[in-house]
């Protein structure tokens, strides 16, 4: 008579590859198409000016990074007695930057800077002192979370020359 016994026991070289395996796995990257709107709100709350900046981004580690603008001339000055104008260029425009993006079930986290600098109209509101340009900026730094999917306004400031705002509008979409 022959007796058969199988026994789960698993090789111990095979369980350190195993376990070894699982412990070093990394959560498997997702991408997504990142909108981001940035808005100008009148006094009625009325969108006035909208400009979106789009990038694709991933669960992976890094700084994804939107830079859009202009460089302007600046008067500062005569050189001496001659008639040579001294000048300093100034950059102005729009700079975002997205870094350590992860998600939360549903929802979409990373910490997100947003830079927004320009020159003031020439509209009669405090538009120049003394001859001189008047520079806006608003800066936001912040770890956001927003749904899938669904436009969040993540940051928002009131306009220094009327009762208007700006903000920052995200939405997130993932990519199959």
């Keep these: ?13 095979m369980a350190g590859q195993d376990a070894g395996a699982n412990a070093s796995a990394k959560p498997p990257e997702h991408f997504y ?3 981001l709107t940035l808005e100008d709100v009148n006094d009625a709350g009325k969108v006035v000016n909208t400009r979106t900046y789009v990038a ?5 580690t890094g700084t994804r990074e939107i830079r859009t603008g202009a460089r302007v001339p600046i008067v500062t000055g005569e050189a001496g007695n001659s008639s040579v104008t001294q000048w ?6 729009v700079n975002f930057d997205v870094r350590e993006v992860k998600e939360q079930g549903e929802k979409l986290g990373f910490n997100l800077t947003a830079d927004v600098s320009s ?3 020439d509209d009669g509101k405090a538009s120049s002192a003394g001859g001189h340009p008047v520079i806006r900026s608003n800066k936001w730094q912040s770890t956001v979370l927003i ?3 669904k436009p969040t306004v993540v940051f928002s400031a009131d306009d220094l020359d009327d009762k208007g705002k700006m903000q920052v509008e995200v939405t997130a979409v993932k990519v199959e």
Excluded: E, R
Aim: proline residues 6%.
């Design 147 to 149: 749904p899938i999917g």
């Design 33 to 35: 198409k990142l909108n």
């Design 119 to 121: 020159i003031a109209s």
């Design 1 to 13: 008579m022959v007796l058969m016994c199988t026994l789960g026991i698993t090789p111990v070289w």
């Design 88 to 93: 300093q260029y100034i950059d102005v425009g």
């Design 56 to 60: 694709t981004i991933d669960t992976g």
